[in-house]
């Protein structure tokens, strides 16, 4: 079967015709694959798209297509002028290029293969990989974000989860948004920065009406977040994330021994808390043997540190209970019980939690229903991906990197995928 049949079958455009396929050159390792129009055929202007009489031809040129045996492919056509009454004179319109960008060099199909390999590899390595550039693979998720976006649904979203990660250094933030449905769990909206313009912006997005039919929203206690959830979904039951109260107390922890660090120090005494951090902010059950017989050393001391520690793994009963009514009177009494400590950092987060009770309490009432440990895995996924996407450091190719990785866009049906 030769390729020209190939192509006819899998890759057949309107009004053009493959005329022939051959070697490049002994010194240019490629296959040109020659397209022609059809005869009789008119082109259609490539402003409006109207069929319009042609004017002269352009010099040939060269679109990468998709590669064969890993030998690169090219079609290689002149490209027709037409003398449109609407536009003037303009380049016509070419099926195989890409829809949002036409003076690309890229054909769809080899951009759409690009865009899929790129959720595979680094957008480096695809780009070594089928010996084309890394902005070529830029452009091809581009293109595949921006058609997925403009077709992916947003109906039947009930459960969403909100939170934010560093894009660079120096304090610079977006704000993610997750769909966090047991039937669906994807990357729904990205807003630079965190305020609460950002994500007022998210909720204009989704439509007042979507916004009124949420059920479950899951956040940080981030005070810009907390005011705009309450004015645009109001109704929902708002869970505030576990992983970011026990990261509190776990900042609070590291805290107290950094002081009595310096304190033990200043004093002369045994540095006992020395390479002690990570043994005392890890769960116990997740410690090594020899993690576990270093913190049984420390827990015999009298330390502020471990009573810290020790506040902290008791409230890990907390999230043990079923009853919202009961887990507030355990939460009423922890809170007693480390205001009347001296450990100032933990004090601060007991009177955190005591001004966000009930959202701390709805934890509950969602139980079962929706994870707000999704958010944070999803965040986990999108540092890597904004690593894998390292080249551009804009706020538009993190969002592309992002929404392509994480966004389950759909894509559209193809007679071949080329795989």
Known sequence: MQIITILNLVQKFKSFVYTKAQWASAEKHAIEIFVEPRSNSRPQCGNCFKRCPGYDRLPTRWFPFVPLWGIPVFLVYSPRRVDCPRCQVKVESMPWTLPHNPKSPLTEAFAWFLARWAKRLSWKETAEAFHTTWDAVYQSVAMAVSWGREHMSTAGILSIGIDEIALKKGHTYITLVYQIDENCKRLLWIGQDRTMETLRGFFDWLGAEKSASLKFVASDMWKAYLTVIAEKASQAIHILDRFHIMSHMGKAIDEVRSDEVRSLKSKGKKPVLSKSKWILL????????????????LLGCNLKTVRAYLLKESFQAFWEYVSPAWAGKFLDAWITRVLRSRLDPMKKVARMLRGHR????????????????????????????????YGFRTFKSQEVALYHTLGNLPTPDFTHEFF
């Open 358 to 389: 009930p959202l701390i309490l709805n934890w509950f009432r969602a139980k079962g229903q929706v994870s707000s440990g999704t958010v944070e895995g999803f965040n986990t996924k999108a540092k890597l991906t904004s690593r894998k996407a």
């Open 282 to 297: 890890r769960r116990r059950e997740n410690l090594t043997d020899s993690q576990e017989s270093r913190l049984s050393e």
